[in-house]
C-alpha cells in the first residue's frame, strides 16, 4: 500500500514556485525601473534583422513557409521517439528492434511522400 501524502509535503514545490515568480517579478521590474527611457520617431520603429522595412505588414506570404515548419515540427517530434529507444535498446530485445524499424519505416514513407508532393522545391 502507498503512502498517503499531507499538504505539507507540497510546501517545498510551492516555496519554489513563489521564489521563481519573485525572481522573474524582480527582474522585470528592476529593468522597467533601471531601463533607459529615450523615445524617437528611429528609436520606436520596427526593427527586424537588419533588413529595412517596406511595404505592408499585413500581406499574406507563401503557404510553403507554414508547411516547412509544420513538417519540420512533425519530423523533429518523430525523431525525438529514437532516443528513448536507443537507451533501452538491449532491454527491448529483438521485438523492440522490430517495432522501430516499423517506425523508421513510417518516418520514411512520410518523407518520401512529402518529397514526392513537391513540399520542399522553391521557386
Not at 528592476?30 to 529615450?38: F, H, K, T, Y
Not at 519540420?72 to 532516443?83: A, G, K, N
Request: glycine share 8%.
Amino acid at each position: 500500500m502507498g503512502t498517503v501524502s499531507s499538504p505539507a509535503d507540497y510546501v517545498p514545490i510551492a516555496l519554489q514556485t513563489l521564489i521563481a515568480l519573485g525572481f522573474v517579478g524582480f527582474v522585470l521590474a528592476a529593468a522597467a525601473w533601471l531601463g533607459p527611457r529615450i523615445h524617437g520617431k528611429h528609436k520606436d520603429e520596427s526593427f527586424e534583422c537588419g533588413i529595412e522595412q517596406h511595404g505592408n505588414a499585413r500581406m499574406p506570404f507563401s503557404v510553403k513557409y507554414l508547411l516547412i515548419a509544420i513538417l519540420f515540427v512533425l519530423f523533429d517530434v518523430e525523431i525525438i521517439f529514437l532516443y528513448p529507444w536507443a537507451v533501452n535498446f538491449k532491454e527491448l530485445g529483438m521485438i523492440g528492434f522490430v517495432e522501430m524499424l516499423v517506425f523508421v519505416t513510417f518516418v520514411l514513407a512520410g518523407l518520401y511522400y512529402v518529397l514526392r508532393k513537391g513540399v520542399m522545391k522553391f521557386e
